[in-house]
């Protein structure tokens, strides 16, 4: 069927960068809205960005001006840098996209990855 496939996670210090990618692979016609999420311990997941097929974004306001979300739609991948991190940036993170598996699937699904973790020190 379809899988996505988040990389890039690591730990780092904090003020430090780093990039994550995601792969879309198998059964996917089309993708529309791709994303990112992350969920910290002991909290729910909470949206970090958003970037449609034609490049829109969204970001939330605690990654504003540090966090991008670039996207490679010929290569059904997403990324998400992160530069300037800081503690409270440590989580899993998720990748999400919304996927059409063929012509005929006229509303798609939403399909997520596993998730890399990402550790902020001080």
């Known amino acids: 069927q379809v899988q996505l496939v988040e990389s890039g996670g690591g730990l780092v210090h904090a003020g430090e960068s780093l990039r994550l990618s995601c792969v879309a692979s198998g059964r996917v016609y089309s993708i529309s809205t791709m994303g990112w999420y992350r969920q910290a311990p002991g909290k729910e997941r909470e949206l970090v960005a958003t970037i449609t097929s034609v490049g829109t974004t969204n970001y939330a306001d605690y990654v504003k001006g540090r966090f991008t979300i670039p996207r490679d739609n010929a290569e059904n991948t997403e990324y998400l840098q992160m530069n300037s991190l800081k503690t409270e940036d440590t989580a899993l993170y998720y990748c999400?996209?919304?996927?059409?598996?063929?012509?005929?699937?006229?509303?798609?699904?939403?399909?997520w990855g596993k998730g890399t973790l990402v550790t902020v020190s001080s």
């Open positions: 999400d996209a919304h996927i059409r598996t063929r012509i005929r699937d006229f509303s798609g699904m939403d399909y």
